[in-house]
């Protein structure tokens, strides 16, 4: 079972990475400042529920399951400047836009077209 504390880190931390404020991870989730808060600086006790960490997480542009990763081992993947790149793009796009850019990063992935 992970701490309020360490579910909290996580995201500051993350929130950090990409320059963001609690204010844009309410707007990028679609979730009330207000749930925001209460994650991040309200009441020990509250843990975000899964539909609300879900939200979070697709924001982030993660999985649930990685972001569980990273509170558990206290570590986020390292990712590289072209990396966070790709992740700010994504971010400014809308979710239709997002929709077709990862079709077409899954027709890449599962194309025949040689690799480098």
């Not at 972001?67 to 809308?94: C, N, W």
Request: some cysteine; charged content about 30%; aromatic content about 8%.
């Amino acid at each position: 079972m992970f701490t309020n504390e360490e579910i909290k880190a996580t995201v500051y931390s993350l929130l950090r990475d990409r320059g963001w404020s609690a204010n844009r991870l309410a707007t990028e989730s679609n979730l009330p400042q207000s749930t925001i808060n209460s994650m991040l600086h309200g009441n020990k006790e509250y843990y975000p529920s899964v539909p609300t960490l879900s939200k979070i997480c697709d924001a982030l542009g993660i999985t649930v399951s990685d972001f569980l990763r990273m509170v558990e081992d206290d570590e986020r993947p390292e990712l590289t400047p072209e990396e966070y790149r790709i992740i700010r793009a994504v971010q400014k796009l809308s979710w239709e836009e997002r929709k077709h850019l990862l079709d077409f990063l899954e027709a890449l992935n599962s194309s025949d077209v040689k690799k480098d």
